[in-house]
């Protein structure tokens, strides 16, 4: 089945710099990868994904790119503010599939 | 319009105990999946509901079981708790059919297993 990694567990910025998690997946059908941003005690919200067929999104301040043949993907975040501060995690699922596999998440702390 | 709603917000329990947590989904979605969150992890998929019948069915043991209503919304039971059982239990509601569609997610559950 699926699994998918992610790094850094934690990850500090000053604000006003960019961040940059990463996340790996096993399984070579795989083909939507979603991000989703969980602030403390709230639930995770959809903030960005892409689909195998594109290579890279992007939505303002915030990025994903794909790379199908190394199998990973990445989430981009420009211009850190202090409300981008939360946990992050990347997911993946195959289209004939309804079970959606999470990374383990990382936590973002933007210092002032 | 109502998002996904959740019941009761927490619950603490003993070890041996059962639970039912309870889900509605966003206003005309027909699908609900749940999830378990440990503390400090990602969610895991424990099944998801379409058409009032269990669809898909993540590693989880048959103490874990589910439901889903006519009017599409959901519940989650465990039986025998486990101190392991603690964690955050979030359910998620989509649109049904063939493929995935984005999950929307109700605020969660917290449960405390003493």
């Known amino acids: 089945g699926e699994n998918v990694e992610q790094h850094p567990s934690t990850l500090s910025v000053q604000e006003g710099d960019s961040a940059v998690i990463k996340c790996t997946y096993s399984d070579s059908a795989s083909n939507y990868f979603p991000w989703y941003k969980q602030e403390l005690g709230k639930r995770p919200q959809l903030i960005i994904d892409?689909?195998?067929n594109v290579g890279e999104k992007k939505d303002q301040r915030i990025a994903v790119t794909l790379n199908k043949t190394a199998k990973h993907f990445s989430l981009h975040i420009t211009e850190t503010q202090p409300e981008d501060s939360a946990v992050y995690f990347c997911?993946?699922?195959?289209?004939?599939?309804?079970?959606?596999?999470w990374g383990a998440g990382t936590k973002l702390i933007i210092k002032p | 319009d109502a998002g996904v709603t959740q019941s009761p917000t927490h619950l603490i329990k003993t070890r041996g105990q059962q639970v039912t947590l309870r889900c509605s989904p966003k206003?005309?979605?027909?699908?609900v999946s749940w999830y378990q969150q440990a503390l400090g992890q990602g969610p895991q998929f424990i099944f998801q509901y379409y058409e009032e019948e269990e669809r898909q069915r993540g590693n989880f043991p048959d103490r874990f079981s589910g439901h889903q209503f006519p009017n599409y919304s959901s519940e989650l039971n465990v039986n025998a708790l486990l101190l392991g059982d603690s964690a955050l239990y979030l359910c998620?509601?989509?649109?049904?059919?063939?493929?995935?569609?984005?999950?929307?997610f109700g605020p969660g559950t917290r449960l405390t297993v003493l």
């Open positions: 998620a509601s989509s649109l049904g059919g063939v493929g995935y569609n984005e999950q929307f």
């Open positions: 206003s005309g979605h027909d699908t």
């Open positions: 997911a993946a699922i195959q289209d004939s599939n309804y079970q959606l596999i």
């Open positions: 892409i689909r195998s």
